[in-house]
């Protein structure tokens, strides 16, 4: 794994730890609540502000410039803001979780350009894994602490992982990724059009899919309350195994697979939860499965926004749609369990029910967002293809004019991808003098004597080419 990977590997993978682990639905804000009698749902409050800050920020930014401060300032207020906690009175905690969930919007918008620009869609999957991995050890570690230790020490330790988050971000900021995005060859060139619409299609699947961890969160978790000491334990255990399978084989299984994979498991969980209902077999059943089955989603869902961002070159309106969707759709699960809980000793029959007619939904939208996926994958491909084609006709029109040689060609494309002398005679893997030898050949075969003048060679064979 390269430096640039890692980094981005480094600052979500601790970043979300924390946020696992505290903010949202964290067990350390619920220890904290509980030790403070604050009956208000801060993890609610964190949630919608966090889902309206995404909104916000996704759609008020334009400019792919302003990713370094969005992660930067995210963190560090993060991390401020999380210090506080520990010194204002308690009735001060949810109007500062507030801002805080608007901090972690910046945090993970400025997130999505490195992710976006500085990992290739092949490995994408495998380095995606690893993060959540992270992310869960972070959780797992910080959860067993809770179990031993005093909450607020407890909650002092986790906001270490946002420092360490911080200081990754940091060095993040320091890679020039235009470079990057520009040199990349291989990868798809960008969208000109945003493409709503289909984003618009992806939202609501993804909708359609989180609406159920409100459900996990408020109703089967508080199910299944009587074995939450053995749940602090085995919970994060099938999670974190599928994804270490996913981050082994990542590089070479069909992006498709996750997704199918978890949408089967989270079938199978709730049909679990509805027929071994307030059982020991059924609690280790149903944690499995619909652990898995998120472990696949989370993982489908944030590769795919990274390779549609990759395409449209708009990272932030990309998890705007994406994200806003899943956090919303947790919350909306949520408050909609409540309301299924309050119906009688049967509400987890109806949770099971509608849970499953909304995966069956999403059965339907899947087929779709593949073809339509493709579709812009070939039509890129296509469009990558022929401005390639122009460049070859242009580039022989050139060579054959003037007879150079196939090294000569290999140079003069060098040379006009703007690499130094340095680079070139790197990757021919000849001395600098050598290479100077066979650029002064190029230059008397084309009767030109800089780089800027083989531009111009370059620019006017082109001006003929369009006009013939």
């Known amino acids: 794994m390269v430096a640039t990977q890692k980094y981005v590997v480094l600052s979500i993978g601790l970043y979300f730890g924390w946020l696992l682990s505290v903010p949202f639905n964290g067990p350390i804000i619920y220890a904290s609540m509980a030790s403070n009698e604050i009956n208000i749902s801060i993890p609610t409050i964190y949630i919608f502000a966090h889902a309206l800050g995404l909104l916000t920020f996704g759609k008020m930014l334009k400019k792919a410039e302003h990713w370094r401060g969005l992660i930067i300032y995210g963190g560090a207020l993060s991390l401020v803001l999380g210090l506080l906690v520990v010194f204002i009175p308690p009735v001060m905690w949810p109007f500062i979780y507030g801002i805080i969930g608007f901090c972690s919007a910046m945090f993970v918008l400025g997130w999505s350009y490195p992710y976006a620009h500085g990992i290739d869609n092949k490995s994408r999957m495998k380095h995606m894994a690893l993060a959540i991995i992270i992310a ?40 020039d990724f235009e470079n990057i995005r520009n040199s990349n060859n291989g990868k798809l060139k960008e ?38 000491n053995v749940a602090v334990f085995y919970r994060s255990l099938p999670y974190i195994a599928v994804l270490a399978v996913m981050w082994r084989y990542g590089n070479v299984l069909q992006k498709q697979l996750p997704i199918y994979m978890g949408v089967s498991f989270m079938g199978l969980a709730f049909i679990s939860f509805l027929l071994l209902y307030n059982t020991l077999p059924g609690f280790f059943l149903t944690e499995t499965l619909i652990q898995a089955s ?115 060609v290999e140079i003069v494309e060098y040379l006009l991808q703007g690499l130094t002398n340095k680079q070139i005679a790197a990757k021919l893997y000849v001395s600098e003098n050598t290479l100077k030898t066979h650029i002064k050949n190029i230059y008397y075969k084309l009767q030109i004597s800089s780089r800027r003048e083989l531009m111009h060679k370059v620019l006017e064979n082109k001006e003929n080419h369009s006009l013939g």
């Not at 449209?312 to 909609?336: S, W």
């Open 136 to 175: 869960n050890i972070v959780y797992v570690v910080l959860n067993v602490l809770l179990t031993i230790l005093n909450p607020q020490l407890v909650y002092i330790m986790a906001l270490l992982s946002v420092a360490g988050s911080l200081r990754f971000s940091k060095l993040l900021t320091r890679v």
């Open 191 to 228: 969208l000109p059009v945003f493409p709503g619409v289909f984003m618009l299609i992806v939202s609501l699947l993804i909708f359609g899919l989180y609406i159920n961890g409100g459900f996990m969160y408020q109703v089967m978790y508080s199910s299944l309350a009587k074995y939450e």
């Open 294 to 408: 998120f472990a696949l989603l989370d993982l489908f869902f944030f590769t795919i926004l990274g390779d549609i961002s990759a395409m449209n070159g708009e990272p932030f309106r990309t998890f705007c749609f994406g994200m806003t969707a899943t956090v919303g759709a947790i919350l909306v699960g949520g408050l909609l369990g409540e309301q299924l809980m309050i119906i009688g000793e049967r509400y987890y029959l109806f949770t099971a029910m509608f849970a499953l007619s909304a995966i069956f939904l999403t059965f339907l939208i899947i087929p779709w967002m593949f073809e339509k996926i493709n579709h812009i994958y070939n039509t890129s491909n296509d469009k990558e293809t022929a401005i390639q084609q122009t460049k070859m006709e242009i580039f022989q029109n050139i060579f054959a004019a003037h007879s150079l040689t196939t090294r000569e």
